[in-house]
Nanobody
Framework: QVQLVESGGGVVQAGGSLRLSCAAD????????MGWFRQAPGKEREFVAA????????HYKDSVKGRFTISRDYVKNTVYLQMANLKPEDTAVYYC?????????????????WGQGTQVTVSS
C-alpha cells in the first residue's frame, strides 16, 4: 500500500513557476514508478509526466516538454514536478500516481495509487 500526498499548488501568473511535491508513505515506494496527471474543469484526467523507478527514464506530454521536469528524492520519499513558463491552459487539479509498471503511467494514463490532488491556477 502506498499513500500519496500532493502539495505546492497555488495561483500564479502566466510565465511564472511552481514546484509540486508528492510525498509517499510506504516502505515499497522506491519500487514504484511515479507520474503526474492533471484534470481541468469539464475534461478528463490526462497524463503529464512520468519517471521510471528502474532506470530514471522519463516521459512527458508534448505540450509540457521543455517547461516541466519530473524528479525524485528517494531519501525523502518524494517526487516533484517543477513547472516553468506556466500558461493558462495548465490550470487544473494535479495528481500524482504510483504504479509498479512504468508503461501504464504514460501509456494508459493509469496508476495503482493516487493522491488527493492539488489545484494549480494560472492567470493570464
Amino acid at each position: 500500500q502506498v499513500q500519496l500526498v500532493e502539495s505546492g499548488g497555488g495561483v500564479v501568473q502566466a510565465g511564472g513557476s511552481l514546484r509540486l511535491s508528492c510525498a509517499a508513505d510506504g516502505r515499497t515506494f522506491s519500487r514504484y514508478s511515479m507520474g503526474w496527471f492533471r484534470q481541468a474543469p469539464g475534461k478528463e484526467r490526462e497524463f503529464v509526466a512520468a519517471l521510471s523507478w528502474s532506470d530514471g527514464s522519463t516521459h512527458y506530454k508534448d505540450s509540457v516538454k521543455g517547461r516541466f521536469t519530473i524528479s525524485r528524492d528517494y531519501v525523502k520519499n518524494t517526487v516533484y514536478l517543477q513547472m516553468a513558463n506556466l500558461k493558462p491552459e495548465d490550470t487544473a487539479v494535479y495528481y500524482c500516481g504510483a504504479d509498479l509498471i512504468y508503461g501504464k503511467l504514460y501509456g494508459l494514463g493509469s496508476a495503482d495509487y493516487w493522491g488527493q490532488g492539488t489545484q494549480v491556477t494560472v492567470s493570464s
